[in-house]
Nanobody, 116 residues
Framework: QVQLVESGGGLVQPGGSLRLSCAASGFTFGTYVMKWYRQAPGKERELVAVITSAGGTSNYADSVKGRFTISRDNAKNTVYLQMNAMKPEDTAIYYC?????????WGQGTQVTVSS
């Protein structure tokens, strides 16, 4: 069965950095597009970043462009989100996502809080 397990969240000061990881299992990781989403309190879940199966192309929400970098290691079945120059508005639960067999799968999420 498909499993996604996020980790790496925590409390960081404005301007700081965090690196999130999402370990995947239950499918052929290297053949699927992977995505990071986030959901802030009282807001809808929003797409943050997308990376193609081989990692050659990535896209970002305008709000994180130039600060966040998505990457993947297909040998480790893991996708990453490097977050730099963080802002209080980056505070949210971060989720990785895959569309597998026309169904969306989510991990449990990892909390990121940006505060002084």
């Amino acid at each position: 069965q498909v499993q996604l397990v996020e980790s790496g969240g925590g409390l960081v000061q404005p301007g700081g950095s965090l690196r999130l990881s999402c370990a995947a299992s239950g499918f052929t990781f290297g053949t699927y597009v992977m995505k990071w989403y986030r959901q802030a309190p009282g807001k809808e879940r929003e797409l943050v970043a997308v990376i193609t199966s081989a990692g050659g192309t990535s896209n970002y929400a305008d709000s994180v462009k130039g600060r966040f970098t998505i990457s993947r290691d297909n040998a480790k079945n893991t996708v990453y989100l490097q977050m730099n120059a963080m802002k209080p508005e980056d505070t949210a639960i971060y989720y990785c996502n895959i569309i597998y067999g026309s169904q969306g799968y989510w991990g449990q999420g990892t909390q990121v809080t940006v505060s002084s």
